[in-house]
């Protein structure tokens, strides 16, 4: 059974960075597209960044030109650094394919706060 797991969320001021990396267990990852969603409190989860297994990537317009996703398929991880962060980013960070296609790991909190 595939597992995601998620890490490198924490507190960051307005305006600064974070790394969140998302790890991935099986085999055949390279083969999917992966995807970036976040939820805060009282709103549905949102695709905020996708790559394709061609590296073809796509952004919600609210992060573009602040965020970008990367992928190491040798070590089954995507990544998203997130520059410039803004308060409206605090959310609950998960991974997944996308479309969604496996069960939600435990995500990472991203909190933007002075």
């Known amino acids: 059974q595939v597992q995601l797991g998620e890490s490198g969320g924490g507190l960051v001021q307005p305006g600064g960075s974070l790394r969140v990396s998302c790890s991935a267990s099986?085999?055949?990852?390279?083969?999917?597209?992966r995807g970036w969603y976040r939820q805060a409190p009282g709103k549905q989860r949102e695709l905020v960044a996708r790559?394709?297994?061609?590296?073809?990537?796509g952004y919600v317009g609210s992060v573009k030109g602040r965020f970008t996703i990367s992928r190491d398929n040798d070590k089954n991880t995507v990544y998203l650094q997130m520059n410039n962060l803004k308060p409206e980013d605090s959310a609950v960070y998960y991974c997944?394919?996308?479309?969604?296609?496996w069960g939600w790991g435990q995500g990472t909190q991203v909190t933007v706060s002075s």
């Open positions: 099986g085999n055949n990852f390279r083969f999917y597209s």
């Open positions: 997944n394919g996308n479309p969604v296609r």
């Open positions: 790559i394709s297994s061609g590296l073809i990537t």
